[in-house]
């Protein structure tokens, strides 16, 4: 393997999932503009990530609302047997 005498840098943000995290890229290029004196706008980035977490909010909300729970009668005992609906 040749190595090339050319300076680089790697900048990773942790994210949580697999899934692309903007409030992740947010903060990775807050770094980049303390690293390199910059004024790169990440503001997209962080209302792109509210408008995602806003969804996800309202779809648990919804998750919790159809969710409903029903008995089995089974030998004179009632066996809990929760149902989620998604």
Same mark, same amino acid.
């Given at each position: 393997?040749? #190595? #090339?005498?050319? +300076?680089?840098?790697?900048?990773?943000?942790?994210?949580?999932?697999?899934?692309?995290? +903007?409030?992740?890229?947010? !903060?990775? =290029?807050?770094?980049?503009? #303390?690293?390199? %004196?910059? %004024?790169? %706008?990440? !503001?997209?980035?962080?209302?792109?990530? /509210?408008?995602?977490? @806003?969804?996800? /909010? $309202?779809?648990?909300?919804? =998750?919790? #609302? $159809? @969710?409903? &729970? &029903?008995?089995?009668? =089974? %030998?004179?005992?009632?066996?809990?047997?929760?149902?989620?609906?998604?």
């Amino acid at each position: 393997m040749h #190595k #090339k005498n050319i +300076p680089a840098t790697c900048i990773l943000a942790e994210t949580l999932t697999q899934y692309p995290d +903007p409030r992740a890229a947010a !903060e990775a =290029v807050q770094g980049l503009n #303390k690293l390199l %004196d910059m %004024d790169i %706008d990440y !503001e997209p980035l962080l209302k792109e990530a /509210q408008d995602i977490e @806003s969804r996800l /909010q $309202k779809l648990a909300e919804e =998750v919790t #609302k $159809k @969710s409903s &729970t &029903t008995y089995l009668h =089974v %030998d004179s005992y009632f066996c809990y047997l929760p149902i989620f609906f998604l």
